[in-house]
């Protein structure tokens, strides 16, 4: 079987197909395998399986299934039941190789819907020490600080989180013996005989090559995230440059190369999104867990809980005009931006690139951002008569587990920190994502379906490059990578049990 990309539901996938005794071919477009799922946290929502019961999470399938039906509805029913169903095995399969560890950690679910834990059902792999991965530790994507930089991991340093997941993945994928990786190979197109796909055609460092795939192919190669004609094309909020999916990674060439042979698309104009601080290069940072600051819009105005999970906070901006950007507007109490980023942010490189500015009052400070002084000045003042009551009126931030997981306050509310300390300043924030979740059609083998809805024989997709069954919602950390890692798992169940 051939599988087309190497983020973490591309090597779940074929360390499936591989340990069962298929040959395997991973064929990954860019020299570094991993993708986004190699920049991630590699939190992981699998619930129900033997890490939440090991770890003392409170977790089980049923829980899961009502707060997923509390957000989902009977939307993609048969899917959701096939998820719940098999994330159990999945995890089994996995930790049942000796590469393969994962511990569970603590993150709040994203809605506050039946079912929920407030401490979240996720968890991640355990870090991979470098003796353990050796030379193979080259061949995964560093994380995104050091390889927008064009650096390698730190030599010293365990490979943690995604990393450690891609790491684990590959070690226990080389393992078997049944593998082989290329990278530096994109699929161009589908090999279909007799109404089947049967291989490949990739673009190779060596030119144009094909490669046969008796038992079936699977496309995980994430989603169009980094193609600006695409994105424009369906509408997708955000901008190619604003993404955080590594560079030269994610065009879609494998959605498009299945569209051209008949296959359905859907959700084609969502993604997983978040706000993100705009960096001097252009780009973005993944910006979460809000500690401090508000944020505004053109206007002066806030417009939303600046605590809200990413998803939920990059749907606000994207719902009305006047919110990209937008500015989060800090203090000096914060010792930096009062959130985290991926990558770091660095203030001094922000402020010598104009991406955050700097005032001694707030009247200054609105006027080297263009925003209308009086009503940044009102907006803060109010934000912080707020924070001393420790009620957010306009917008309930802090009222929420999730909001109240990050916050680190002193006052009467944790998540509401007075904004009133110079010099002030402002953060420029764009609408990034994580990627794009529109994709192939999928039915709950991860059989790609043709535009009439049927199965196209031999072809499967999961992960970004397929239609999430989530449809607009992110319910919590790591549905991204398990669903991705689920519905690759059953396509090679699929396809061995189907054969030919
Ligand atoms: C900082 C950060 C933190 C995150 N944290 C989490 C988290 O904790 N949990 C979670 O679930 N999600 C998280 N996400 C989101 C998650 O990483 C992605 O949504 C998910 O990994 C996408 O998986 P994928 O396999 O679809 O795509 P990717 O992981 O991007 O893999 C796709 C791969 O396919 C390759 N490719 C593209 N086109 C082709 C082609 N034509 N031929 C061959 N190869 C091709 C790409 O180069 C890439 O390597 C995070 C994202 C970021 C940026």
Redesign the pocket.
Do not use: H, Q, R
């Given at each position: 079987m051939i599988v087309?990309?190497?983020?973490?539901?591309?090597m779940a996938g074929a360390l499936a197909a591989a340990a069962n005794g298929l040959r395997t071919v991973v064929?990954?477009?860019?020299p570094l395998?991993?993708?986004?799922?190699?920049?991630?946290?590699?939190?992981?929502?699998l619930p129900g399986s033997q890490v939440q019961e090991r770890d003392g999470a409170g977790d089980s399938t049923e829980s899961a299934r009502t707060y997923l039906k509390a957000l989902l509805g009977e939307e993609n029913a048969e899917h959701r039941e096939t998820f719940l169903a098999t994330a159990p095995e999945v995890v089994a399969f996995l930790e049942d190789d000796p590469a393969i560890e994962f511990k569970y950690q603590p993150f709040p679910d994203y809605f506050n819907a039946p079912g929920r834990l407030d401490m979240g059902r996720s968890f991640i792999p355990r870090a991979l020490p470098r003796e353990r991965i050796g030379e193979l530790a080259a061949l995964v994507r560093p994380p995104?600080d050091r390889d927008r930089a064009g650096l390698g991991h730190d030599p010293e340093a365990p490979l943690v989180q995604?990393r450690a997941l891609i790491g684990r993945l590959l070690l226990a994928l080389t393992a078997t013996g049944n593998a082989v990786v290329r990278t530096g190979?994109?699929?161009?197109g589908l090999v279909v005989e007799d109404g089947r796909v049967v291989g490949v055609e990739?673009e190779g460092p060596d030119g144009p090559v094909r490669v046969r795939a008796e038992r079936g192919v699977l496309l995980?190669?994430?989603?169009f995230e980094r193609d600006a004609a695409t994105r424009e094309a369906h509408g997708v909020p955000g901008s190619a440059e604003w993404t955080?999916?590594?560079a030269?990674?994610?065009?879609g060439?494998?959605i498009a190369a299945a569209a051209g042979i008949g296959a359905a698309t859907g959700l084609m104009d969502q993604g997983?999104w978040c706000p993100g601080t705009a960096t001097p290069d252009g780009g973005a940072a993944?910006t979460l867990g809000f500690r401090g600051g508000l944020i505004v819009d053109a206007a002066g105005n806030r417009f939303a809980n600046e605590s809200l999970p990413y998803d939920q906070m990059g749907r606000k901006m994207a719902e009305a005009p006047g919110r990209v950007p937008a500015h989060l507007i800090f203090d000096s109490r914060s010792g930096g931006l009062p959130a985290i980023t991926?990558p770091p942010s660095v203030p001094e490189e922000h402020l010598a690139a104009g991406t955050w500015v700097q005032a001694d009052t707030l009247a200054e400070l609105a006027g080297k951002l263009g925003l209308p002084a009086d009503a940044l000045t009102a907006t803060v003042e109010r934000f912080n008569a707020f924070a001393e009551k420790g009620v957010d009126e306009d917008f309930h931030r802090g009222e929420d587990a999730y909001d109240r997981f990050f916050a680190a306050g002193k006052g009467p509310n944790p998540a509401l920190v007075p904004v009133d300390q110079a010099p002030y300043y402002a953060a420029k924030i764009v609408l990034s994502d994580?990627?794009t979740k529109g994709g192939l059609q999928t039915d709950p083998d991860g059989r790609v379906l043709d535009t009439g809805g049927a199965p196209i024989p031999g072809l499967y997709a999961s992960?970004?490059?397929s239609a999430s069954f989530t449809g607009p919602y992110y319910p919590g950390?790591?549905?991204?990578?398990?669903t991705?890692m689920v519905f690759a798992y059953r396509a090679v169940q699929h396809m061995q049990g189907e054969g030919r």
């Open positions: 087309a990309g190497s983020g973490a539901g591309a064929l990954e477009k860019t395998l991993g993708g986004t799922s190699a920049y991630s946290g590699a939190a992981i929502w995104v995604g190979t994109a699929l161009t990739a995980a190669a994430g989603g955080m999916a590594p030269g990674s994610n065009t060439g494998a997983w993944f991926v994580l990627g992960g970004n490059s950390p790591g549905i991204p990578i398990g991705a």
